[in-house]
């Protein structure tokens, strides 16, 4: 049996000389050649998206029929996530990667069509899409004349929209929006559809009712709907010709002469790939997204109450990056490309903007800081009822992040005038209205720079990239700022704090690690040396005796937590605390000792 390797699995292929579409005698293998050449494109339409096959096991002129559940037999390498049904428990395979693309094209899976939302937010479409299906006596060229109308509408609202074949004998308009609720959209959409036909009834039409469509274009908006799918980029039909729902740019639409000028084979779509690149690339940019217009309110729309501001209360569980010893490279952390954020020296704090009542700045550890740090609680509160940010709490001195004037600023409830204040916020939990937890990171980067985009400091985002060379250039040049290395995390994770050792991880430049401290020796007073519990739960360490800065410093944070002294067999007489506090040491030798660098306050 002929074997194909794609991204490191082997895959074992069956029937390749059976004839797929008899018209043009074009057999099984020339499909799953084509689905090898385009796979590079072609994925990152699917990514994350559950996918629906139209099945031709026997090619397009036999029996054909639709495949949402994963086929008997599904490799438990392929992807599977569970996605929203009326009768409960449908799962649908996602494809990831080549190998699961070409698995997939063996079994007959022809057609790949896709839903407007990702697998991590069932119904929280991320793109708007207009079908435009020709009636009897219309053609393409008639729907490139629509496709013209409805791209300068759309531009009126502030969108963009990109063009492909359908495949069959119509256009598909795709459209990049800020995840929208799918009813949203689609009320959106069949706005703008039956205003079009308002003003040109004898072009447009946006109901189903064919008795209507003759010489006219449906323009078809019912694919917004959460439970529709659209044909992917790139994706063979299963029509006559072995055509492909191929990307065009707008100059080519509007040049092409002929309704054959717009039909693209498998043949053909590896050569224009190879000249022109993805053409719906910027389909994937998080930054063409945009928001969606009210628009016009349905019937249906008009008895739903409008949901509170304030979806997200504190406090909230944090995700907490896991150590690692290298920065992982970019199809690390699931393949799936990761972000690389710098690692800030401050106070980890979730920022709840709550409209009248008095903002919330929550640590790590659950206590609200905003008391401590008045111009930080005075900026949030400016922000929009029901934001919600995860952030760093930082200060600036003389050109370096200053962590222990955090520590005098919280103390004096002011921080001295050479000190500046800042919230750096790596992440958005939450718009008004809208719990984003579930979103992928790329989506709440988006929204967070859209957020934040006319915000002031002491507000700001953090540095971010997807490119690793640029991080660790990053890292390298601002080291001089007190920079302590980069956070990377897996670009399509939602915010879920018990899965953030695999998605989350965080890199030091040095040896420095964070630990509890568990108690004390010495008087209260003047602390002697600590005795710390490393994160890993295994060692605990003693440190060697405390400076007399480091002493008064732990005096004042760790004696309002000291219980009675008791006798520990490794470490003597010591002061157990009651409470927790949190340290940062560095480790050398072997067994490692530890040296203690300061507390981390937090």
């Known amino acids: ?34 689905y090898a050449a385009v796979h590079g494109a072609l ?32 490799p438990r390498w392929v992807r599977t996530v569970e996605v929203p049904s009326s009768g409960g428990g449908l799962r649908q395979v996602v494809l990831d990667d080549g190998a699961a693309l070409l698995w997939a094209a063996n079994l007959g899976c022809l057609e790949l069509h896709v839903p407007q939302w990702h697998a991590a937010a069932p119904g929280l479409a991320d793109r708007l899409v207009l079908d435009l299906d020709p009636g009897a006596g219309a053609s393409v060229l008639t729907c490139r004349t629509v496709a013209v109308l409805l791209r300068e509408r759309l531009a009126a609202d502030g969108l963009a929209a990109w063009v492909k074949t359908s495949g069959s004998k119509g256009l598909h308009l795709l459209v990049p929006i800020e995840p929208t609720p799918s009813a949203r959209v689609s009320a959106y959409a069949k706005a703008l559809a039956a205003a079009l036909e308002g003003d040109r009834p004898e072009l447009v039409v946006h109901t189903m009712a064919k008795a209507r469509r003759a010489g006219r274009v449906l323009v078809d908006w019912s694919q917004n709907n959460a439970r529709k ?47 022109h690149g ?12 945009r928001p969606l217009p009210a628009g016009p309110t349905t019937r249906q729309e008009q008895p739903r109450q409008e949901q509170p501001r304030q979806v997200l209360h504190p406090p909230v569980e944090v995700m907490r990056p896991a150590a690692v010893t290298a920065v992982p490279p970019a199809d690390g952390l699931g393949g799936a490309g990761v972000q ?38 005075a900026a ?45 916020a790596f992440d958005l939990l939450a718009l008004p209205g809208r719990d984003l937890r579930r979103l992928p990171l790329t989506d709440r980067r988006r929204l967070l720079l859209a957020a934040l985009a006319d915000v002031p400091p002491p507000i700001q985002p953090v540095l971010a990239t997807t490119d690793r060379a640029e991080a660790l250039d990053w890292m390298a040049r601002l080291a001089d700022t007190g920079v302590e290395g980069l956070v990377c995390k897996a670009a399509g994770s939602p915010y879920r704090p018990r899965g953030a050792g695999r998605a989350w991880v965080k890199y030091r430049r040095s040896d420095t690690l964070d630990a509890t401290v568990r108690a004390f020796t010495g008087p209260a007073s ?38 009675p002294p008791v006798t520990d067999p490794e470490h003597g007489p010591v002061h157990p605390l009651t409470g927790p506090l949190r340290a940062e040491l560095t480790l050398t030798g072997r067994p490692p000792a530890a040296a203690f660098v300061r507390l981390r306050g937090d």
């Open 340 to 377: 690389y954020e710098l690692k800030l020296d401050g106070f980890r704090c979730v920022a709840f903007a709550r409209g009248a009542r008095p903002p919330v700045l929550q640590s790590r550890t659950g206590r609200d800081l905003a008391p401590e740090f008045p111009p930080i609680a």
């Open 229 to 275: 799918t659209t044909a992917a980029p790139y994706t063979l039909r299963a029509r006559p010709l072995p055509t492909v729902s191929t990307p065009l740019s707008w100059a080519e639409l509007e040049r092409a002469g002929t309704a054959d000028d717009l039909v693209f084979t498998l043949a053909e779509v590896p050569e224009r790939l190879a000249a």
């Open 380 to 424: 949030v509160a400016r922000l929009p009822e029901g934001l919600v940010l995860d952030a760093e709490l930082v200060a600036w001195r003389a050109g370096r992040f200053a962590f222990g004037e955090l520590l005098r600023t919280r103390r004096a409830r002011a921080a001295a005038p050479d000190v500046v204040l800042g919230l750096i």
């Open 1 to 34: 049996m002929p074997q194909l390797t794609v991204d490191g699995r082997t895959l074992a292929l069956s029937h390749l000389d059976k004839v797929y579409y008899p018209r043009t005698g074009t057999l099984k293998g020339e499909v799953l050649r084509y």
């Open 526 to 563: 003047r602390p002697h040396a600590l005795v710390l519990e490393l994160d890993d739960g295994r060692v605990l360490l003693s440190t060697p005796r405390l400076t007399p800065v480091q002493a008064r410093e732990v005096a004042e944070a760790a004696a309002p937590l000291a219980g």
């Open 43 to 74: 994925l990152p339409h699917l990514r994350n998206r559950p996918v629906s096959f139209l099945r031709c096991p026997d090619g397009v002129e036999a029996e054909v029929f639709i495949a949402k559940n994963p086929p008997a037999g599904t």
């Open 278 to 289: 993805d053409l719906f690339a910027p389909l994937l940019d998080p930054e063409r997204a």
